[in-house]
């Protein structure tokens, strides 16, 4: 698999990232425990979050995959700015989606996505569109540096550290790490991967990606590359 036979267009590869970048993992939380907690109310971190409410993590994950894969997941909202700045980013790039998430809400993710990114889901073979790490559907591939190296991936937007250290591994030249404060990522227990970007808006990733006058598609847009 190489960019070169995925698009007619031959754009450059972005790898995306789905959990706390496109979805605010709270806001799937709140639509499923009992309740119907405020996803503000909830903590960013999901042990302390099935501890709160008399759970093991295995038990937690179990009733979250069973929400993510009904009918109801797809009225979870993406975070603000999300689809329309990955809609100008699609001009530019063919973009993959790849997610941790267990295989079998693979295609509940991918209703997803194409129902609130239109677009940007690209017009690639379906198999293509969406990978879940380890699924029969997307050929297997176990990690997310297997899926940038399969791919020559150019960019990937990512909120963990170690799926960074595996982009800068596998030759990614522009790396997006999104650190969304309201999400409780991992840039207050450490410094950017170096080499990355830190961004902790959508306004923040267009910056990286496109330059500042690219709002409406019709100038050439330049990578930012990243310092490697």
Do not use: C
């Not at 405020?38 to 709160?52: G, N, Q, T």
């Amino acid at each position: 698999m190489s960019s070169g036979n995925t698009s007619p267009e031959k754009k450059p590869i972005l790898i995306s990232d789905i959990d706390a970048f496109l979805i605010d993992p709270r806001e799937i939380n709140a639509h499923w425990l009992p309740g119907e907690p405020s996803y503000l109310d909830l903590p960013a971190d999901e042990s302390a979050m099935a501890e709160a409410y008399g759970m093991n993590l295995q038990e937690f994950y179990r009733k979250k995959d069973k929400f993510l894969n009904s009918s109801e997941a797809i009225l979870v909202p993406p975070i603000k700015d999300s689809p329309e700045v990955l809609g100008l980013v699609a001009i530019r790039f063919e973009i993959i989606f790849a997610s941790a998430r267990v295989p079998n809400v693979h295609d509940s993710t991918l209703a997803w996505l194409e129902e609130n990114y239109g677009n940007a889901v690209g017009n690639l073979q379906e198999e293509l569109k969406l990978f879940t790490i380890g699924s029969e559907k997307t050929h297997y591939l176990d990690s997310k540096e297997a899926i940038y190296r399969a791919f020559s991936a150019e960019a990937m937007t990512d909120d963990k550290r170690q799926h960074h250290i595996e982009g800068k591994k596998a030759g990614v030249a522009t790396r997006i790490y999104y650190q969304d404060s309201r999400l409780g990522g991992e840039s207050r227990s450490g410094a950017t991967p170096e080499g990355s970007h830190l961004a902790t808006n959508f306004q923040e990733v267009k910056a990286i990606i496109l330059p500042p006058d690219y709002s409406n598609g019709e100038d050439t847009p330049k990578v930012t590359s990243a310092e490697l």
